[in-house]
């Protein structure tokens, strides 16, 4: 750093150039949350085409077709990428609007424990229907 610059300037000026704060995360999360949006649209099209397929079906014909292994497949991708991307963004929410360091830690442990039952119930419920158990 030079001798004029503020002392509360972290980043170095490539740090600055290349986007990498202190923590050398960069713009990792942002680039995250642009490609799960690209993959939930194509998905979210998928899952809205099944669901509309499905309307006026007896309940054992659409557990046989969300059973099915391709469908299955897509659901999950669907839930893994819909979570992830919830626990991304809500993560920058909380970091960016809560101010006070303990409420912010105790809400993105939250986030995440939330996000994790939330998947996991999801994914359950798929494979339950996929495996028949």
């Not at 995360?25 to 939930?40: E, I, N």
Request: charged share 10%; proline share 4%; net charge positive.
């Amino acid at each position: 750093m030079s001798a004029g610059a503020p002392r509360n300037q972290i980043r170095s000026p490539i740090g600055r150039v290349r986007g990498f704060g202190p923590a050398h995360s960069g713009t990792h999360h942002f680039w995250h949350v642009r490609v799960t949006s690209v993959a939930l649209l194509i998905l979210t099209i998928v899952f809205v085409v099944i669901v509309i397929s499905l309307l006026g079906r007896n309940q054992p014909a659409v557990v046989r077709v969300l059973g099915s292994p391709a469908i299955a497949v897509l659901m999950l991708l669907f839930v893994g990428g819909g979570i992830y991307h919830m626990w991304i963004g809500m993560q920058e929410i909380l970091i960016d609007y809560v101010h006070s360091d303990r409420i912010k830690l105790l809400m993105l442990i939250g986030n995440t424990f939330f996000c994790m039952v939330i998947g996991v119930l999801c994914v359950f419920s798929i494979l339950k229907l996929s495996f028949g158990i």
